[in-house]
């Protein structure tokens, strides 16, 4: 009987996994198959291999020589899935309720099966699996907050602290958007997830956002109970980007006491103008530009955001009601998104914490 071997089973979305298959025969070509449903959407990759002399595949290790993706990559099959066609009602694959983990089915099936084919009742499964990806630890706090006119969620890591602050933001799509701070705080971050409009009772438009609100945010992370003192950290994505460098900037006593700024862009960016970036730094005085780290990363899109998530090159924006390129080629991007996120964890822990 073929076994197929999952490693960790229950893990965070920015670990590596293992995926193993033994018992067949050699040199017999599989089909390694990825499956995850999230509401609405419906995603699927596949990679295919040739087994070893031993009957084994060890996907970390063995050429995908087609499917989703190729080459060698044990991630390959989270970073390359796509809607499933026909099914997915939904082109991006997000986690709404950070409580519950993304449940991933993997499946070996008999010989090289297209992607497009991969539903046909014709497949031959040789053995199944199951993985859970979270974007939480377990042992992390999730609390709503409702302070003022202040609205979002604090997540905050196992212990009494005080632990690095990090506020989190992210764009032009407004609401409530939890996931990376979920997994920031497992990561030893005391994060607040900002929503600053288009939520509850905030304002419906980007225009109506009071920069005020996004001061009041910092003032009050930073005087929480667990956050250390003498700062916090800010991250944010598209326009919670611009937030950041206005908070970083706009705010006296970051800027005199020279705030670090770590800015990570794709230059196959569909939606900003990588130019702007040269023109920021530029703007800045002379003496201020060495606190900026600008990371280009060639062929990433628009949405980098946590590894080994797939690309979205386009994607519905419903304030706008109509489609958005974002940009990005998938093995690029997912390259770019593995080591933006290293940088970025490295980045807070030595300025922040």
Request: proline share 6%; net charge negative.
């Amino acid at each position: 009987m073929v076994c197929l071997n999952i490693s960790p089973r229950v893990a965070l979305v920015d670990e590596r996994i293992s995926i193993t298959a033994n018992n067949l025969r050699p040199l017999q070509r599989v089909t390694v198959q990825a499956w995850v449903e999230e509401g609405k959407a419906v995603f699927s990759s596949c990679g295919h291999f040739l087994a070893d002399q031993q009957g084994q595949i060890h996907v970390s290790q063995h050429n995908s020589v087609g499917g989703t993706y190729k080459g060698v990559d044990n991630m390959g099959l989270f970073w390359s899935m796509n809607p499933v066609p026909g099914v997915s009602l939904q082109p991006i694959l997000r986690k709404v309720d950070v409580m519950t983990p993304l449940v991933f089915r993997l499946s070996v099936m008999d010989d090289h099966i297209p992607f497009d084919d991969l539903q046909l009742p014709s497949s031959v499964v040789l053995a199944t699996g199951e993985l859970q990806r979270c974007y939480k630890h377990r042992t992390v706090r999730r609390i709503e907050v409702h302070v003022g006119s202040l609205r979002g969620t604090i997540f905050l890591p196992e212990g009494k602290g005080p632990f690095p602050g990090v506020l989190d933001m992210f764009g032009s799509t407004g609401g409530l958007v939890e996931f990376r701070a979920a997994l920031l705080a497992s990561r030893g971050f005391v994060s607040f997830a900002l929503a600053y409009f288009n939520y509850d009772d905030l304002p419906s438009s980007l225009a109506d956002v009071d920069f005020d609100y996004l001061l009041d945010a910092v003032h009050w992370l930073a005087s929480h109970p667990h956050v250390k003192p003498g700062g916090i950290g800010v991250v944010g994505s598209s326009k919670g980007g611009e937030m950041a460098f206005l908070l970083g900037m706009a705010t006296d006593k970051a800027w005199k006491n020279n705030a670090q700024i770590l800015y990570l862009l794709g230059d196959d960016d569909a939606v900003w103008n990588t130019d702007h970036a040269n023109t920021f730094v530029r703007s800045c005085p002379e003496e201020k530009r060495k606190n900026i780290n600008l990371v280009t990363y060639p062929g990433g899109g628009h949405l980098i955001e946590p590894p080994y998530m797939p690309l979205y090159r386009a994607m519905y924006h419903p304030l706008l009601g109509s489609m958005v390129v974002m940009g990005g080629h998938p093995e690029a991007h997912a390259a770019a998104q593995e080591d933006a996120w290293r940088r970025l964890l490295h980045f807070i822990q030595k300025h922040v914490a």
